[in-house]
């Protein structure tokens, strides 16, 4: 099994620019999220999905939208990217069967905003 | 913010060592979760311990939680080259569904 999954690895955009993360997971997992992660700032939740066709804002979601509308695949997209956006992303999966699960990462997208 | 913090920032240590990094957070929670990220890579789940729960084991690992004073330690015996990495606390609340992290401990394990 390939895990968590996220295309593309690298992207250097312009800003103002828009684009489209995508993730993708092979356990069938209800739950899954959106990072990014900043020099000394540890993770911040982006957005999150408790399931197909759900989605909920996380700490911030600011410039930022996202679709679920299959259960492997979890969108992040920047409208109109900027160079605040300048980051690492990172998705991450869960069961929802049970409330004590860990999360499985992807190897995140390097995403630069010039 | 609802960050927690992780002491230290950064921590140097020879091969056998061990090494020991705290985490404090600050609302109540359900779980506390230790990862580890390698250099260029996404986080690896390390252990669990529940609210009910005050200290576990999973290998070399040994991991406490006080939620009196909202912290956690975790401690990594006979540490190896191959422990350098970055460790990160994450707690969930709320509902449960949200996760927040740490700051993280940046581990430097000197061969």
């Known amino acids: 099994n390939a895990g968590v999954t996220q295309t593309p690895k690298f992207r250097v955009l312009k800003t103002g620019q828009s684009m489209t993360l995508l993730c993708a997971q092979d356990m069938n997992h209800e739950y899954m999220y959106w990072y990014r992660q900043d020099p000394g700032m540890g993770l911040r939740l982006i957005h999150y999905s408790v399931g197909e066709g759900t989605t909920a804002k996380g700490e911030v979601p600011d410039g930022y939208n996202v679709s679920r509308l299959k259960k492997q695949n979890f969108l992040l997209g920047l409208e109109s990217a900027a160079p605040s956006q300048t980051s690492v992303y990172f998705c991450a999966s869960r069961t929802g069967q049970t409330r004590n699960q860990p999360q499985h990462f992807g190897d995140g997208t390097r995403l630069s905003i010039l | 913010s609802q960050q927690g913090e992780e002491d230290p920032q950064a921590l140097s240590i020879q091969e056998g060592e061990n090494a020991t990094m705290n985490c404090s957070y600050k609302t109540s929670i359900n779980n506390l979760q230790w990862y580890r990220q390698n250099s260029g890579r996404g986080l690896v789940h390390l252990i669990l311990?529940?609210?009910?729960?005050r200290e576990k084991h999973s290998g070399r690992l040994r991991v406490t939680l006080d939620t009196s004073k909202k912290s956690s330690s975790l401690l990594i015996t006979a540490s190896r080259a191959a422990d350098t990495a970055s460790y990160f606390c994450a707690t969930d609340w709320n509902t449960g569904n949200q996760f927040y992290f740490g700051t993280g401990t940046s581990l430097t394990v000197i061969p």
């Open positions: 311990i529940r609210s009910n729960e």
